[in-house]
């Protein structure tokens, strides 16, 4: 019998993490589930301690990537394996609260006694671990929502869109579906790369609910490429935020994802929150000019999108006299 759910973990290069990401996993209080773990082929001791785990249980199934392919073909190449009715996506740094699988299923039979069918996807909460005040946690979409309003929920009524991929209970057809949409992006991303993919998701889903626990909890680890401010850091992030904008229009000329009614308004919008996201990143460069690259940037950013974040970075920065870089 297929298991209710298959977790999806892509491991690179997590050894100090991967033991807690696993143990919640396995200590699941569902126990009708199944681990995926996608070695990516990292440098570190991850993927043996993942496989010491797998010898001693059954429920863990470990996929080996011929050569490193990046978390974005990872999580497709996970789910195309998955057995599981829903699939979710768990990074190998981050970990589950005990009861996330167990109440996301519940939410899911609740959603089809009413609406007759389980639904495509089951939305939680994220949270960040250690407790991060500087950061907000993305809103949790609760409202049973069906067909187009699922997209116009998520990616057009929030001012900065839930995009992330975690956090998210997925039926594995859908998702196998939206690979197959995106076998085009062939380049390793590591940035916004879940937006991408959670886009297609959202735009092919025909019923979505949610719980409003959160469940998710997101380490910031401060190695990740994501997280790091250097030069190379940043050329590589906006080199692939740019491959990232370049994929949304590829998907234009797909007919079944362009004849969505909110596809180009969603796909404009993200398209645009990305271009803000390339200026700031220009905003700890180390300039001369009469004004600071840092508020330069954040004032540059709001002509592509108006997020209340960056007016915070420009308040504190002007009354910390420049000190405080958000």
Same mark, same amino acid.
């Given at each position: 019998?297929?298991?209710?759910?298959?977790?999806? $973990?892509?491991?690179?290069?997590?050894?100090?993490? $991967?033991?807690?990401?696993?143990?919640?996993?396995? %200590?699941?209080?569902?126990?009708? @589930?199944?681990?995926?773990?996608?070695?990516?082929?990292?440098?570190?001791?991850?993927? %043996?301690?993942?496989?010491?785990?797998?010898?001693?249980?059954?429920? $863990?199934?470990?996929?080996?990537?011929?050569?490193?392919?990046?978390?974005?073909?990872?999580?497709?190449?996970?789910?195309?394996?998955?057995?599981?009715?829903?699939?979710?996506?768990?990074?190998?740094?981050?970990?589950?609260?005990?009861?996330?699988?167990?109440?996301?299923?519940?939410?899911?039979?609740i959603f089809k006694k009413h609406q007759k069918k389980l639904p495509d996807i089951i939305h939680?909460?994220?949270?960040?671990?250690?407790?991060?005040?500087?950061?907000?946690?993305?809103? @949790?979409?609760?409202?049973?929502?069906?067909?187009?309003?699922?997209?116009?929920?998520?990616?057009?009524?929030?001012?900065?869109?839930?995009?992330?991929?975690?956090?998210?209970?997925?039926?594995?057809?859908?998702?196998?579906?939206?690979?197959?949409?995106?076998?085009?992006?062939?380049?390793?991303?590591?940035?916004?790369?879940?937006?991408?993919?959670?886009?297609? $998701? /959202?735009?092919?889903?025909?019923?979505?609910?949610? @719980?409003?626990?959160?469940?998710?909890?997101?380490?910031?680890? /401060?190695?990740?490429?994501?997280?790091?401010? /250097?030069?190379?850091?940043r050329d590589k992030k906006i080199a692939d935020i740019d491959t990232i904008i370049h994929w949304?229009? @590829?998907?234009?000329?797909?007919?079944?994802?362009?004849? %969505?009614?909110?596809?180009?308004?969603?796909?404009?919008?993200?398209?645009?929150?990305?271009?803000?996201?390339?200026?700031?990143? %220009?905003?700890?460069?180390?300039?001369?000019?009469?004004?600071?690259?840092?508020?330069?940037?954040?004032?540059?950013?709001?002509?592509?999108?108006?997020?209340?974040?960056?007016?915070?970075?420009?308040?504190?920065f002007i009354l910390s006299f420049s000190k405080i870089k958000l």
């Amino acid at each position: 019998m297929s298991p209710k759910i298959s977790i999806i $973990i892509p491991v690179y290069n997590v050894a100090p993490f $991967i033991i807690r990401c696993l143990d919640s996993c396995i %200590h699941q209080t569902l126990k009708d @589930i199944e681990i995926i773990i996608v070695d990516d082929c990292g440098s570190d001791d991850s993927i %043996h301690i993942a496989k010491d785990y797998a010898s001693k249980d059954n429920q $863990i199934k470990i996929i080996s990537n011929p050569q490193n392919l990046g978390t974005f073909h990872a999580r497709i190449i996970g789910a195309n394996n998955a057995s599981g009715l829903y699939c979710m996506f768990v990074d190998g740094d981050d970990f589950l609260h005990p009861a996330t699988c167990e109440l996301c299923l519940q939410k899911a039979h609740i959603f089809k006694k009413h609406q007759k069918k389980l639904p495509d996807i089951i939305h939680f909460g994220l949270d960040f671990f250690p407790p991060n005040f500087k950061r907000k946690t993305p809103k @949790i979409i609760t409202k049973d929502l069906k067909n187009e309003n699922i997209l116009k929920n998520i990616f057009l009524d929030c001012p900065t869109p839930p995009w992330n991929v975690c956090g998210k209970l997925y039926k594995t057809e859908l998702v196998n579906k939206a690979s197959k949409k995106l076998d085009f992006a062939d380049k390793k991303v590591s940035m916004a790369e879940d937006a991408l993919q959670n886009f297609v $998701i /959202t735009l092919l889903a025909k019923s979505s609910t949610g @719980i409003k626990n959160k469940l998710y909890f997101y380490y910031e680890n /401060t190695t990740s490429i994501t997280r790091q401010s /250097t030069p190379q850091a940043r050329d590589k992030k906006i080199a692939d935020i740019d491959t990232i904008i370049h994929w949304l229009d @590829i998907l234009s000329s797909d007919k079944e994802l362009n004849s %969505h009614p909110y596809f180009y308004p969603a796909k404009y919008k993200m398209q645009d929150i990305l271009r803000s996201v390339i200026v700031l990143e %220009h905003r700890y460069d180390q300039t001369n000019t009469i004004i600071p690259a840092y508020l330069k940037a954040c004032l540059k950013s709001l002509k592509h999108h108006h997020k209340w974040q960056t007016y915070a970075r420009i308040i504190i920065f002007i009354l910390s006299f420049s000190k405080i870089k958000l």
